[in-house]
């Protein structure tokens, strides 16, 4: 089902993203994870997006067994990295006979240790042209995009960014899931300013409940998130003393704090790293107000 249409249905909501992982002996373990958060009810569930074009079929073979193995909403990660017009088309067409009908429309990362994007092909620039591309040829599927509270790494200033996320809904996209961020008046404000601009489609605001320090700190790098300076120092300081399990702790209390505050001021839903770890998710859903008992996924 669309998700635009499964978020007029559920409010307050959680979806969760999960990456495919890079061996297939880890599949298994893998589908045990989502066996196993299949009790958060999500409204959808991600699935990421390999650089190179190497694993698109495996965020395809992942996201149709999802949907037709746990019954679950997919939302299928595509980005501009390796994008072709004709094997865009075809792959495309696999996702539409796979059953699956949503897709987040991403330009895509540098490669590792770089910070230039170089597109691979004059027709995929920008988010913007995979929307277009979509919404051209496949007009049946919803497409989502991503926005940012703090501004993109590359964006001169907020103003121009969020004239480019209105470009992006004005090609055609169906809703916004955000940047990971930490403080949650960076998202009211983005969500204010991008009204302002006249986007109206939901935005969702993505949570990371922080697992690891030195990963949180490359993240940081380049996706243009920062960590007010209080939390950092707690980070900081419960890596020294306690090691990863201290900061695994710290990072699901204040994600917790996080999506309650979220809620409570107004957020339509939650959508969630899961880093496809599910002791983290279901720590969080324990004492939260996320959840939908009628579900129906
Ligand atoms: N869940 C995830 O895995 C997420 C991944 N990302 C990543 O963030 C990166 C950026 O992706 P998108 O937001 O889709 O990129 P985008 O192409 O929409 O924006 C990238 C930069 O270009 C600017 N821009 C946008 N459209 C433009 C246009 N038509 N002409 C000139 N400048 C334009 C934007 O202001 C921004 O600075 C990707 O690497 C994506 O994979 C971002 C959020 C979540
Ligand atoms: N520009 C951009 N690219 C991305 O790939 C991306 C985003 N933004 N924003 C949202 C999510 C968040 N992402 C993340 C966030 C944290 C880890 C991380 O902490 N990884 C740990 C593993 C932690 C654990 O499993 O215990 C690592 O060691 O890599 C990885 C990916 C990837 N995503």
Redesign the pocket.
Same mark, same amino acid.
């Given at each position: 089902m669309r998700i635009a249409e499964l978020l007029q249905r559920r409010e307050p909501f959680l979806s969760l993203?999960f990456f495919p992982p890079k061996d297939r002996a880890q599949w298994p373990g893998f589908f045990d994870v989502v066996r196993e958060l299949k009790v958060l009810a999500p409204v959808f569930c991600s699935v990421?997006y390999g650089a190179g074009g190497s694993t698109r079929h495996n965020t395809l073979e992942i996201a149709a067994r999802l949907k037709q193995e746990y019954m679950l909403e997919p939302l299928l990660h595509l980005t501009c990295v390796g994008a072709h017009r004709t094997g865009l088309s075809s792959f495309l067409e696999d996702v539409a006979d796979s059953g699956c009908e949503n897709i987040l429309a991403l330009r895509g990362?540098p490669p590792r240790g770089e910070t230039t994007f170089i597109p691979d092909s004059e027709d995929f620039r920008h988010g913007c042209d995979l929307v277009h591309f979509i919404r051209d040829g496949f007009p049946r599927f919803c497409v989502g995009v991503a926005g940012y509270p703090e501004k993109h790494p590359e964006a001169p200033s907020m103003e121009r960014d969020i004239a480019w996320l209105r470009h992006k809904v004005q090609c055609g996209a169906d809703f916004v899931i955000t940047?990971?961020f930490f403080d949650n008046n960076a998202y009211f404000r983005f969500v204010d300013q991008a009204r302002s601009a006249g986007v109206t489609v939901p935005i969702i605001p993505?949570v990371?409940p922080v $697992?690891?320090l030195a990963?949180?700190k490359r993240?940081l790098g380049?996706?243009g998130a920062s960590v007010p300076e209080g939390y950092m120092r707690d980070l900081e300081h419960v890596q020294h003393v306690y090691g990863d399990s201290g900061v695994r702790g710290l990072g699901l209390g204040f994600a917790k704090a996080q999506i309650r505050d979220l809620l409570d001021r107004g957020a339509p839903g939650v959508h969630l790293?899961t880093?496809n $770890?599910a002791d983290t998710c279901l720590e969080i859903w324990k004492d939260s107000t996320v959840r939908d008992t009628h579900s129906d996924c």
């Open positions: 993203e990421t990362d940047q990971l993505g990371l $697992r690891n990963a949180l993240m380049f996706c790293y880093l $770890r």
